[in-house]
Each structure stands twice: as structure tokens, then as C-alpha cells.
């Protein structure tokens, strides 16, 4: 149980292209989602929170502009990584959890811009 | 913020016990996990406890905590292979938000 797919797991395009990750909970309803960004060797950066039907919640630094997150379903919540360029590249993991639940980690997608 | 803080590196023999420490600053904290990432993949819940247990056991998992000290540990028995990977420590607290560790790059040798 407690599966979250992502999806791409891998993305290369050219700069100014607007990427979309999208993250689902396949086997549970989600009350929040999570969304991280991994620089190499390095622990992961929580981006926004992201709660269903709700705006999202940014940490402090992450333009919100830059990086729109969608939250349409209990299920569903989309990354979109608007205009990307090469400081954009890395790797994004997103996460959902259910109430009192841990988090639960997708697989991850790697962004590479040229 | 919270901090929280685990050594870079552990090396261990197959067939050997691993054991990767971590301390937190947030006493606060509900909730501590042990996350493992294996290369280009996400993050795979491994345990976690609640910060009113002392020792949580799970298969070759042993979880202690001590939380006078503020002090986690996840021991591996009989450690393989294929438990080669990066073991994050993450702490939580009423909101949910984790905080994570830098991560133990564990090394398993034949």
C-alpha cells in the first residue's frame, strides 16, 4: 500500500520550455503532497506543501511564479516548471501522505535543461 | 530552524550489523524516520517511531531512540548487498514537514 507514482522520471529540453511533473497517489487519497528538489549528493529541499483544492504554500526562496503547483484531486498534484533554464536542471521527488500517515515518496523525475 | 545531523559515510562488511546514528536540535519533534535512496531513484520509508517509544524492531531493523540526548539509530542486522544505498534520518513535528538529514552513503563490501 502507500504507492506514489511520478511521472516523467526523466526530462531533457531545451531552455525556455515549460516542464510538468505530475505525482499520484494510487492506492490512497492524499491529504497533502509534498514537493523537493535534490541538487547531487546533497539531502532534499522542501519547495511548497500542496493540500487539495487549495493554494499551495511556498518555502521561503522558491518563486512561486517559477515553479506553479496544481493540486486538482485528492490523487493528483502537478509541478510545472515554468520557462526552465539550466540552473532549473535537477532532480524533483514529490511526496503525499494521509492524515496522521508518514510521508510517501515517488520515485522522482530528473530535469535536465540544455 | 531544525537541524538535524547524521555522519556521510559508512563502510560495513556483508554478513556484518550497520549501524548509522543521527541526532536532532527539535524537541519538539513527533515523529522520527529513517528514509533509503538508492542511485536515481526517491525515497523508501524504512521505519519510524514515535518519539514517546524507546525501540522500534521490524525484521533486521532496529530503531532506538533516546530522546534525553536527541538521538536516533537505525541498526541493519546482517547487512547485504543490496542494502548498499543513502539513509536519511528526517524528523517531524505538528506539521508534518520533514526535516532531513544530509544522509549516511552506506558501502557494503564482500
Known sequence: GAVVSQHPSRVICKSGTSVKIECRSLDFQATTMFWYRQFPKQSLMLMATSNEGSKATYEQGVEKDKFLINHASLTLSTLTVTSAHPEDSSFYICSARVGGQPQHFGDGTRLSIL | ?110
Not at chain 2, 560495513?12 to 528514509?35: A, F, H, Q
Not at chain 2, 546482517?78 to 536519511?88: E, K, M, P, R
Request: hydrophobic share 30%; with cysteine; glycine share 8%.
Open chain 2, 1 to 110: 530552524g531544525e537541524d538535524v545531523e547524521q555522519s556521510l559515510f559508512l563502510s560495513v562488511r556483508e554478513g556484518d550489523s550497520s549501524v548509522i546514528n543521527c541526532t536532532y536540535t527539535d524537541s519538539s519533534s513527533t515523529y522520527l524516520y529513517w528514509y533509503k535512496q538508492e542511485p536515481g531513484a526517491g525515497l523508501q520509508l524504512l521505519t519510524y517511531i514515535f518519539s514517546n517509544m524507546d525501540m522500534k524492531q521490524d525484521q533486521r531493523l532496529t530503531v532506538l531512540l533516546n530522546k534525553k540526548d536527541k538521538h536516533l539509530s537505525l541498526r541493519i542486522a546482517d547487512t547485504q548487498t543490496g542494502d548498499s544505498a543513502i539513509y536519511f534520518c528526517a524528523e517531524s513535528s505538528g506539521d508534518y514537514k520533514l526535516s532531513f538529514g544530509a544522509g549516511t552513503t552506506v558501502t557494503v563490501r564482500a
